[in-house]
């Protein structure tokens, strides 16, 4: 296929992206699908739709760049595309999450799209400042993807509304405010 004939199927170069988005979701979309099979728990599961997440966008860089940072249209079937798959699952983990308990109860699209704003996060430097003394990539996906989701863990625990210092407290009651320097 020669490229202006590419254009005879479709309207015109924003369908085509759109139709390149909601490729690279569905492709992502059933990598996710995958690494969360056969995983031994639920809080494992959403780590590896991180990871997944990462690992795909630094394969294909620049679909990354056009699937989840080119300009917001409305009428897009970009957003439609990514609700009913990627995303979708880390909602539906998010949801297993809360119903087991694990994370405190909300809105698991709000939960979802912190999740998935620390992985974008990660990809984006990743892809625009691989010189940064990242060490071992997936060891630091994984450890901020790990700090995200523990966060919430711990925000169940602890009460959502906590400040850094009443955590603190609450984590290591021997380090109260008092004399130790918090």
């Known amino acids: 296929m020669t490229s202006p004939s590419i254009y005879l ?3 015109d170069k924003d369908a085509l ?3 390149v988005c ?3 979701f569905a492709k992502l979309d059933l990598e996710m699908q995958r690494v969360a099979a056969g995983q031994p728990s ?3 599961v959403l780590r590896a739709q991180g990871l997944a997440y990462v690992r795909f966008a630094l394969q294909t860089p620049g679909l990354y760049r056009i699937a989840t940072m080119g300009e917001w249209r409305s009428g897009s079937d970009v957003d439609i595309a990514l609700a009913s798959s990627a995303f979708e699952h880390i909602c539906g983990t998010v949801q297993t999450l809360m119903d087991e308990g694990i994370y405190p109860p909300g809105d698991p699209t709000t939960v979802a799209l912190q999740l998935w704003s620390a992985a974008h996060g990660v990809v984006a430097l990743l892809i625009a400042k691989p010189h940064l003394p990242f060490g071992d990539v997936e060891a630091f996906a ?5 700090a995200v989701s ?3 863990i711990v925000a169940g625990l602890v009460g959502a509304d906590a400040t850094p210092q009443q955590t ?3 984590l290591m009651p021997e380090r109260r405010s008092e004399g130790s320097g918090l």
């Open 9 to 11: 199927h479709f309207e």
């Open 17 to 19: 992206l759109d139709a």
């Open 22 to 24: 909601a490729r690279y």
């Open 42 to 44: 639920t809080a494992d």
């Open 142 to 146: 994984d450890r901020v993807m790990r």
């Open 150 to 152: 523990c966060g919430h």
């Open 168 to 170: 603190l407290e609450w």
